[in-house]
């Protein structure tokens, strides 16, 4: 016996595509013509399926008022709803189209400081060096539950995705010194002791919404790494400052607002362009905190995600040197 399927009211009851699309049109542009013209239609093809649609709603969707039309209370709601449906097929349809364009398309994940610090200095040599690829980059703080459609061929984050569909590598550990500009320390020679780093004004990254799966580090933590109590700073000293987004941070270190921590893989070119310095040589090295590259097991044997692997890897040599160096000059925590 054959078995049918039941009818599907949800798909039954769904108005018409091409009445919904001449109705994003005409509220566009909030004209029936120049909506025709941008569909290629007549206008009257466009009253038609304007009436239909309004007939199967049961409810008028435009005010009409000579050549112009204006969206109706009901009109407004149906075209909040039905513009970004529109915009997710057309997104979805132009990924699918790609697929078969003979650039290849690959996406990394990451966080913003490291978008902004890291990797947007290096990204015209990697434009230049491979034009055959579309890079695109989704910058999160969230890499537990990212959001839905969001599947990355690539991540730099502070977790391994072994065993959940990736391959992951190390790159490099958290060594973490403080830095201000030179301005600043020039105004606060004081800041050269870490007593009276303790007592100045500390730009400080709180951890609140950074979905860390690493301990956390701000100032107490670093401080107590240095056998200092940051409770115990001066009763006139300045309040600190807290915010979770580390740009946000350094914009205001770099604006001569205070000292914050600087992670050594995103702050050593402004050290060595003079744009910050470091106001103490003490520096915590966390070897047990890394961060990791993240391939996708499903595209190891994609080229262009394997050059763009490579590319990554390749542009933290210096960090790992750098790493090594910073380490022989500072104390081990235990």
């Known amino acids: 016996m054959v078995k049918h399927t039941q009818p599907d009211q949800t798909l039954i009851k769904m108005p018409s595509l091409r009445a919904v699309k001449a109705f994003v049109a005409a509220a566009r542009y909030q004209n029936f013509t120049r909506a025709a013209e941008a569909l290629c239609v007549t206008q009257a093809a466009i009253s038609r399926q304007i009436r ?34 529109f915009t997710n097929i057309a997104q979805a349809a132009e990924r699918i189209r790609h697929t078969d364009s003979p650039k290849q398309r690959v996406t990394l994940c990451c966080s913003p ?8 200095p290096k990204l015209p040599a990697f434009f230049a060096s491979h034009p055959e690829i579309d890079l695109n980059v989704v910058v999160t703080q969230n890499f537990l539950t990212l959001e839905n459609g969001i599947n990355p061929d690539l991540l730099i984050c ?11 590598q190390p790159l490099v550990c958290d060594v973490i010194y403080p830095v201000c500009t030179p301005q600043y320390l020039q105004q606060h020679p004081e800041v050269r002791t870490l007593e009276g780093l303790r007592d100045t004004a500390l730009l400080n990254l709180s951890p609140f919404g950074r979905s860390q799966v690493a301990e956390h580090v701000d100032w107490k933590v670093w401080f107590a790494y240095q056998d200092i109590d940051l409770d115990r700073r001066n009763i006139d000293a300045p309040l600190l400052f807290n915010a979770n987004d ?17 992670w050594h893989y995103l702050v050593a070119p402004l050290v060595e362009q003079g744009l910050l ?10 070897r047990e905190t890394l961060h990791y590259l993240s391939m996708s097991e499903a595209k190891a044997r994609d080229a262009s995600c394997c050059k763009v692997r490579d590319w990554l890897a390749e542009q933290f040599d210096w960090s790992l040197h750098e790493d090594s160096e910073a380490d022989t000059q500072a104390d081990s925590p235990t």
């Open 52 to 85: 239909d649609l309004e007939e199967h709603l049961g409810a008028e969707l435009f005010n009409r008022a000579g050549r112009t039309v204006e969206l109706t209370p009901a009109g407004s709601i149906f075209y909040d709803a039905v513009q970004l449906s």
């Open 277 to 286: 310095v470091r106001p103490v040589e003490e520096t915590l090295v966390h």
């Open 246 to 262: 580390f740009s946000l941070l350094l914009q205001l270190t770099q604006n001569h607002q205070g000292v914050a921590l600087g």
């Open 158 to 168: 502070k977790m391994a995705k072994s065993g959940q569909g990736y391959f992951s």
């Open 113 to 120: 400081a490291f978008a902004n610090f890291w990797l947007g």
